[in-house]
């Protein structure tokens, strides 16, 4: 346990994923010192009575100061200015992470403000909820799911082992991938989903308000289940559309040519191809609940 231990661990952001990781490190005893960073001071109110972390500050650079792991937890568009200020403060041999899901503006971003003798190891946690902030986190939330590291090909392989012991202290399986490849795999399994859900849920809105009503009294299932997608972190998202437009826009024009052609199966009464379709589909879904990723 010691060798995966951080003497101290600067959190950057204290949301649903910061603030689950900083229950790990508490649990675990990971870290001798763990350092919450967030502009508001409602949520910085938050960390010390949920005793999160042994330290607060308001300022990027004052949590990172003699940290030995940063760990930048907020959404995409604030990478640059966390750089910046951290810059100048990291001392030779730190390890800075993050927990974001896109890479190849994680290494865009950060990789040219780094100093030297800082290591960054840009790693996404494949694990969340719809629900954000400090109270929503809980420690279990990495168990039996996915983190993905997209080391750079002259990183420090000591600095991606330990960034890898540490998810995997969390309950998290480690997997190694390029950040290119990564973009384009999430823009199918996670992005491009969020954006229909977002994207369904705002046709309801638009729709006359005696059908609206109707539509969220009879929301069971379906719709259901897209309102709590749809519910998720705007600004996070906001951030992962902007930072990721290539991969989301190739997946979506897929989609779209998909989507048509199932709309001509369904306007010619072509019901084998219907079938076909879902039962195909319905065969993924089993193959995601044989991998416990349900």
């Not at 823009?187 to 969020?194: E, F, G, N, Q």
Request: with cysteine; proline share 4%; aromatic share 6%.
């Amino acid at each position: 346990m010691s060798a995966l231990r951080f003497e101290r661990v600067a959190l950057i952001g204290i949301g649903l994923i910061g603030s689950s990781l900083a229950r790990v490190l508490r649990r675990d005893g990971l870290a001798g010192e763990i350092v919450a960073c967030a502009r508001q001071a409602a949520t910085l109110d938050a960390v010390r009575r949920l005793g999160l972390a042994d330290r607060v500050t308001a300022e990027a650079a004052d949590a990172a100061r003699d940290a030995d792991l940063v760990m930048i937890c907020t959404p995409l568009s604030a990478y640059a200015a966390i750089g910046r200020a951290i810059a100048p403060v990291l001392k030779p041999g730190a390890i800075v992470s993050d927990v974001g899901s896109v890479k190849g503006a994680v290494v865009r971003e950060l990789k040219p403000l780094l100093p030297p003798g800082v290591h960054l190891v840009p790693g996404h946690p494949v694990a969340g909820t719809e629900h954000s902030g400090p109270e929503a986190g809980f420690a279990e939330m990495f168990h039996d799911r996915w983190c993905i590291l997209t080391p750079l090909p002259d990183g420090d392989a000591d600095a991606l082992e330990r960034v890898g012991a540490l998810w995997r202290a969390a309950g998290m399986k480690v997997v190694t991938m390029d950040a290119e490849h990564h973009d384009k795999v999430l823009a199918i399994t996670s992005h491009l989903p969020h954006l229909i859900a977002y994207t369904i849920v705002g046709t309801a809105t638009d729709l006359e308000d005696t059908l609206k009503s109707e539509v969220i009294k009879f929301s069971a299932g379906g719709f259901r289940d897209f309102t709590r997608i749809a519910a998720s972190d705007p600004v996070m998202w906001r951030d992962v559309f902007l930072n990721n437009r290539e991969a989301v826009l190739e997946m979506l024009q897929r989609f779209t040519e998909d989507l048509t052609a199932l709309q001509r199966a369904i306007r010619w009464g072509e019901g084998d191809k219907l079938q076909e379709l879902f039962t195909r589909t319905r065969a993924i879904r089993r193959s995601i609940i044989e991998a416990k990723q349900a």
